[in-house]
């Protein structure tokens, strides 16, 4: 199995700056692209920021300027660097992996368990 292992989050003020970070490891042959996702209460789940292996990246509009994101192919680790925060990212975010397996020739796509981020004052 693949396991996606996050860290970070937290409470930060309006304007401040706060990183996650998402260690993927397991039966992994190559990861394809990582990325984030968030919910907030009441709304669907919505992407972030993804990576893909070769380094291109894909932002969600609300953030483009204010975070980056960033894989560490060597250590299978997508961190994602927020600036600027505003209270409308307020949410539980989520890691997403998708990874070609040792034991499998598909491609498949793994969730981490979620770290809260909240911006407030």
């Known amino acids: 199995q693949v396991q996606l292992v996050e860290s970070g989050g937290g409470l930060v003020q309006p304007g401040g700056s706060l990183s996650v970070s998402c260690a993927a490891s397991?039966?992994?042959?190559?990861?394809?692209?990582m990325g984030w996702y968030r919910q907030a209460p009441g709304k669907q789940r919505e992407l972030v920021a993804a990576?893909?292996?070769?380094?291109?990246?894909n932002y969600a509009d609300s953030v483009k300027g204010r975070f980056t994101i960033s894989l560490d192919n060597a250590k299978s680790t997508v961190t994602l660097q927020m600036n600027s925060l505003k209270p409308d990212d307020t949410a539980v975010y989520y890691c997403?992996?998708?990874?070609?397996?040792?034991?499998?020739?598909?491609?498949?796509?793994?969730w981490g368990q979620g770290t809260q981020v909240t911006v407030s004052s």
């Open positions: 397991g039966i992994i042959f190559r990861i394809n692209a």
């Open positions: 990576v893909t292996a070769g380094g291109t990246t």
């Open positions: 997403n992996a998708d990874v070609l397996r040792i034991t499998s020739p598909q491609s498949a796509s793994y």
